[in-house]
């Protein structure tokens, strides 16, 4: 497989069935849906074989290509997700302004709606020649800036990729915004758009290991144990979670299995998937006292860098 070229893997690719034309909806058509979840994770294993054995003929617009071949076989299953969410800030579900905050609950759907309802009316209309991040930046801000009006305060927070700009891991990509909010002496996490993480698209374990994908999403990781399942479904369903130590971490925990690469596994040898960092060290590297490549080498996150040498790795638990 030494000669293998870009346009032979593009022919074995369609010959596993990549672009054939499916019928039926992938959603709800078990055998349409089975199929293709047999053709993605052969197509993940044919990728790390080749990058594997013609390591020293890839070039950037090669994996560029092969990434592109992968992603377009994910995009059929569409945005289904793996979860179901409720639509807990929609326009039409009016959540009124409790007036008074000594109900957190009460205070807290009430931030949440108002969040979202201020999303939705800026997102859907944006101004030209802005940014993405910049529109749901703004948004965040305007939402907080009203909430401190009323006596609540918080923080506008971008999750950066590693918890810090610096590591550039992603080149750019993969930021997520929150809010964080004070009420009674407590911290909440408010993110209405944390379901981003559960589709099924982004959501292939076998997608560790391929030069050029971004690493598995944190739905995947957030799903294996009890503690984390609770904590996704709680921020799914409310919207909001208590920032106490336990679901920090098991949050984080989703985060930082996002950022890790299949190199951390094939060194390792360790497939628990579970994150050896303590909820003090993750408060430490959210106030950026530390940073995650003090922890994890820093060629076990982001990106591979280089193929696996044992392309048949078994992640999926």
């Not at 349409?32 to 979840?37: H, I, P, S, T, W």
Request: proline share 4%; aromatic share 14%.
């Amino acid at each position: 497989m030494s000669n293998v070229t870009a346009d032979a893997f593009r022919a074995a690719m369609e010959n596993l069935g990549i672009y054939k034309d499916l019928q039926g909806n992938p959603d709800h058509d078990t055998l349409v849906r089975a199929y293709l979840y047999d053709t993605l994770v052969r197509a993940y294993l044919y990728a790390k074989e080749y990058q594997s054995y013609s390591y020293y003929e890839l070039n950037k617009g090669c994996v560029n290509q092969l990434s592109k071949m992968l992603l377009k076989l994910e995009s059929k299953f569409g945005d289904s997700k793996f979860v179901p969410t409720r639509d807990f800030g929609s326009l039409e579900m009016l959540v009124p302004d409790p007036k008074h905050y000594d109900d957190n609950e009460q205070t807290l759907r009430y931030i949440v709606y108002k969040t979202r309802r201020c999303l939705n009316m800026d997102m859907a209309v944006p101004p030209a020649r802005v940014s993405q991040d910049d529109i749901y930046i703004g948004a965040l801000e305007k939402c907080l800036s009203s909430f401190k009006k009323k006596g609540i305060d918080g923080k506008v927070y971008t999750i950066w990729p590693g918890f810090s700009q610096a590591l550039n891991l992603f080149e750019g990509r993969g930021k997520h915004f929150v809010l964080i909010v004070y009420l009674g002496g407590k911290e909440y996490l408010i993110d209405t758009n944390y379901s981003r993480f559960f589709y099924e698209r982004n959501t292939f374990i076998e997608r560790l290991g391929v030069c050029g994908l971004m690493n598995c999403y944190p739905g995947y990781y957030m799903r294996l144990t009890r503690e984390r399942r609770a904590a996704a479904n709680k921020l799914l369903t409310d919207g909001w979670i208590e920032l106490t130590p336990e679901n920090r971490k098991n949050l984080l925990d989703g985060y930082t299995s996002w950022y890790i690469n299949g190199s951390y596994y094939e060194d390792k040898q360790d497939f628990s998937f579970n994150i050896p960092i303590s909820a003090k060290e993750y408060e430490r590297l959210i106030r950026g006292e530390i940073l995650l490549t003090g922890i994890i080498d820093r060629d076990h996150l982001g990106f591979q860098k280089k193929p696996l040498e044992n392309p048949y790795m078994i992640l999926r638990k």
